[in-house]
């Protein structure tokens, strides 16, 4: 899932030539006007945050809508969502037990399970003792110059990973210990309403955390040009922020600017063909007419064409081809009716 935010860029520096006067062209009854190509800018985000262990697209790349372009590190995420998944077999036998009465067998397995989980236990914390050994070696080495930041790095992964497993190995001797207890003094009503909300909670957490993995890859929203990147791989990304920018130029704009005498000449939905400075030409219409007028851009050179009035008009066109590119002065033409 990916959270965009849609930017439109305004370049309020339009091109000089054609907002100096908007001179009339040798053909006669047209009004040659000027403007910049513009293009939404969609900023691409991941709705988790986490280590960027992947990022597949550098700028100038071309995506597609629904292509996979980064991906964050979800190994916790796994973590949880296994001991939630454990937790919800435990809670789900439960109630199976709590609805058909138990029996000398299945108190001897459940107790049998107690056994099992605890030994786990002894096993994944000689595991962690290993690991935390080995941190505490890496850390020495790194202070005295002798290491390096990745063996450090790799060492507090695995003493991370060894604390969420015997975490998980703890709650399942908690569990399998309620179900003997439960085994032994039989069920009630109550008990039995308990663990199927035990079922339920439990379902909703595994639904948060997949949502939490799925998330956490990161797909293009729109097809266009990777124009940003604003991370790399290996850095920790905040939840929502930007990791890079896409520009939708398959979909781009002229904004012209008009003088006021020739407002008369445009109409919405009329046919307007942008000419580029290397000659090539996109046909595009009239989609939108501001209806406040605003002086030209202050970047003209003189003083007497800063004090024109002119009024912004917005021309779609279909640049599947790739003939504009965002920024690009374009002119078009006018013609009286």
């Not at 908007?22 to 000027?34: H, Y």
């Amino acid at each position: 899932m990916t959270t965009t935010q849609h930017h439109h860029l305004w370049f309020a520096a339009v091109a000089c030539a054609a907002l100096v006067g908007c001179r009339e062209p040798e053909t006669a009854g047209n009004v040659r006007v000027s403007g910049h190509v513009e293009a939404t800018e969609v900023q691409v985000a991941a709705e988790v945050g986490g280590r960027l262990v992947e990022l597949r697209v550098a700028e100038g790349d071309r995506v597609n809508k629904g292509d996979v372009i980064a991906t964050l590190d979800t190994r916790d995420v796994e973590l949880q969502v296994g001991r939630a998944r454990a937790d919800r077999n435990v809670a789900d036998a439960q109630v199976r037990l709590l609805l058909s009465g138990a029996r000398p067998e299945d108190v001897r397995r459940a107790e049998a399970q107690v056994d099992s989980a605890s030994a786990e236990v002894a096993s994944i914390q000689a595991e962690l003792r290993a690991a935390e050994t080995d941190l505490q070696r890496f850390e020495a080495l790194l202070t005295a110059n002798a290491g390096s930041q990745k063996q450090r790095d790799d060492a507090k992964a695995r003493v991370d990973v060894a604390r969420e497993r015997e975490q998980g190995a703890r709650d399942r001797v908690r569990a399998a210990r309620e179900v003997v207890a439960v085994l032994k003094a039989g069920a009630q009503r109550e008990e039995i309403e308990a663990a199927r909300a035990r079922v339920a909670s439990v379902d909703a957490q595994i639904a948060v955390l997949e949502k939490m993995r799925n998330d956490a890859v990161v797909v293009a929203p729109v097809s266009g040009i990777v124009t940003q990147t604003l991370s790399d791989a290996g850095e920790m990304v905040a939840p929502r922020v930007p990791i890079l920018v896409v520009t939708d130029l398959d979909h781009a704009w002229g904004n012209l600017f008009v003088p006021e005498p020739f407002m008369p000449m445009v109409s919405l939905g009329e046919a307007v063909e942008l000419v580029t400075d290397a000659g090539n030409t996109v046909a595009g219409k009239v989609t939108f007419i501001s209806p406040q007028a605003e002086f030209t851009p202050r970047n003209v050179q003189t003083a007497e064409e800063r004090s024109k009035l002119v009024y912004r008009i917005k021309v779609a066109v279909d640049n599947s081809a790739g003939v504009l590119k965002q920024g690009m002065p374009v002119d078009a033409e006018l013609r009286r009716p």
